[in-house]
């Protein structure tokens, strides 16, 4: 079955932060002679190499590596699916962070360096940007990061995906469905040899790129999509089950009548048994 891809806020959201990044890059900060303004320099480059890049809640990337499932943990605990920070920015001292939900992006958070180790919402600032909270963002010492809502006491832990000098449109997709589908499995119906690696398939004719749905709108269910790098059009979708290394692929079909709701064949498409190393 084939119908256009619904493409999750993050993507866009990725390709605006990357115009802007080469568009308005601030000059880093310069250290001058003074002792405690060396110090600080060196603590601001530290920070900055730590938070520098792109960022996804720990909670949920655990959740799903442990389970392979996606919508059953779409509703994350996190305020924030993830943010993005940037180095440059942050050396200037006064960073804004990008954070955005699955469906939602575009939350500006105006950053101030606070000599501690960490960045804080910028009071000054924080009133082009209502929708901000009281925050602090720090690197953590196992290489998460943290955010904490100093007026609830909330932390949430986001672990890094990607560096800021990496941003890809596909990052985030193929870091979640590497988590489930990477490997080589054996078709039982056909006997044919498919392999997922990164983001790209080999073994099913001329679909060679793969990803998953990880913002559901109008399905249900778990599903994964299938293109090819000669086409951007259209795509093949399935709804995936993963059970104890095999995953089973049936076909997703269309709403019928007035009926909004995607749903799939009970009938599979492909039971894919995994290949032992």
Not at 11 to 16: A, H, I, P
Not at 148 to 172: A, C, H, M, Q
Not at 215 to 236: C, I, K
């Amino acid at each position: 079955m084939k119908h256009r891809f619904y493409i999750p806020v993050f993507t866009s959201l990725l390709v605006f932060s990357a115009c802007a990044k080469k568009e308005n890059a601030t000059p880093a900060i310069k250290n001058t002679t003074a002792p405690a303004a060396v110090n600080a320099a060196v603590s601001l480059e530290k920070t900055a190499n730590a938070l520098d890049g792109i960022w996804i809640s720990h909670d949920y990337l655990t959740t799903i590596e442990k389970t392979k499932q996606i919508y059953a943990n779409a509703a994350h605990k996190a305020t924030l699916f993830g943010f993005m920070l940037y180095k440059d920015k942050m050396l200037t001292g006064k960073p804004d962070m990008e954070g955005f939900n699955t469906f939602e992006g575009g939350y500006i958070y105006p950053l101030l360096y606070n000599d501690a180790g960490y960045f804080e919402l910028d009071k000054v600032r924080r009133g082009k940007y209502p929708e901000s909270d009281y925050m602090q963002v720090r690197p953590l010492t196992d290489g998460n990061a943290e955010i904490t809502y100093t007026k609830s006491g909330k932390k949430d832990v986001f672990r890094k995906i990607s560096g800021s000098d990496k941003v890809d449109e596909n990052i985030l997709n193929n870091t979640i469905s590497s988590m489930i589908f990477n490997g080589t499995y054996i078709d039982k119906r056909t006997g044919k040899k498919i392999t997922f690696t990164n983001g790209r398939v080999s073994g099913m004719g001329k679909l060679n790129l793969f990803g998953v749905m990880y913002a559901f709108e109008e399905r249900n269910f778990d599903e994964v999509y299938f293109g090819s790098d000669q086409t951007t059009e259209n795509t093949v979708n399935y709804h995936f089950v993963y059970s104890n290394g095999a995953i089973t692929l049936y076909p997703v079909l269309r709403p019928a009548g007035n009926n909004d709701t995607y749903t799939y064949s009970k009938t599979p498409s492909y039971i894919l048994e995994p290949v032992q190393q």
